[in-house]
């Protein structure tokens, strides 16, 4: 059963600052998504992942996936409060299973000034 | 931009009532899910289809069943609704070699 952990689950940063939140999956695939959701809102898509050493940057964020260590990273560069929100990975399955997401139990960020 | 649209944002509904979600995208994905999303549990997988009348259960199916007559259309049906099943629906489609998952704005449901 694929397993996806994410962490921190709880990230309170400074604006400013640089952090990564690392998500990491217990089983083989080479597709990984990252999400931000708002509160009360849906799902909204950040990256898609589709292979070893895939690196995808846009504004402020970057993620990684490494599909040997099976770990994906999510870069905070200079954060900023817009960018407080709950941030998952989602990997997606192989073979049969493709198609079916596992999320991870998302990481709860909030910048303050 | 792929759109992924839930009939309705909010729904209350009485105990022992049958409830449809409906969820439309406009990208001719073959491939449509349908998760729940629960404080504590994060999001589930309930049913998934890969085209039209194929379905799959995820990994929480019981007291769901799904309906995809249409290629753009997946519908959830909680055939007799309880108050465990008050939950964020969220709807998704997409997959393929170049691009991930859209979801749909949910629909927050209310089982009194």
């Known amino acids: 059963e694929l397993k996806v952990e994410q962490n921190p689950l709880f990230l309170s940063m400074q604006e400013g600052k640089n952090y990564t939140i690392y998500c990491n999956y217990s089983?083989?695939?080479?597709?990984l998504y990252w999400y931000r959701q708002d509160p009360g809102k849906s799902l909204e898509s950040l990256f898609v992942?589709?292979?070893?050493?895939a690196v995808k940057q846009e504004g402020r964020l970057m993620a990684s996936l490494d599909t040997k260590a099976r770990l994906s990273t999510l870069h905070i560069t200079a954060a900023v409060h817009d960018l407080s929100a709950t941030y998952f990975c989602?990997?997606?399955?192989?073979?049969?299973?493709?198609?079916?997401?596992?999320f991870g139990q998302g990481t709860i960020l909030t910048v303050h000034p | 931009d792929v759109k992924v649209t839930q009939s309705s944002r909010y729904l209350v509904k009485r105990t022992g009532e049958k409830v449809f979600l409906e969820c439309v995208q406009d990208?001719?994905?073959?491939?449509m899910f349908w998760y729940r999303q629960d404080p504590g549990l994060g999001l589930r997988l309930i049913y998934f289809?890969?085209?039209?009348?194929?379905?799959e259960k995820g990994d929480i199916p019981e007291g769901y069943s799904v309906s995809r007559e249409k290629k753009e259309r997946f519908s959830l049906i909680l055939e007799s609704a309880s108050t465990n099943q008050t939950s964020m629906y969220l709807c998704?489609?997409?997959?393929?070699?170049?691009?991930?998952?859209?979801f749909g704005s949910g629909t927050r449901l209310t089982v009194v």
């Open positions: 998704a489609s997409g997959g393929g070699n170049n691009y991930g998952y859209t």
């Open positions: 089983t083989t695939s080479d597709r």
């Open positions: 992942l589709l292979s070893n050493g």
């Open positions: 989602a990997v997606d399955g192989i073979g049969t299973s493709y198609g079916k997401l596992t």
């Open positions: 990208m001719d994905h073959e491939n």
């Open positions: 289809s890969y085209d039209v009348k194929m379905k």
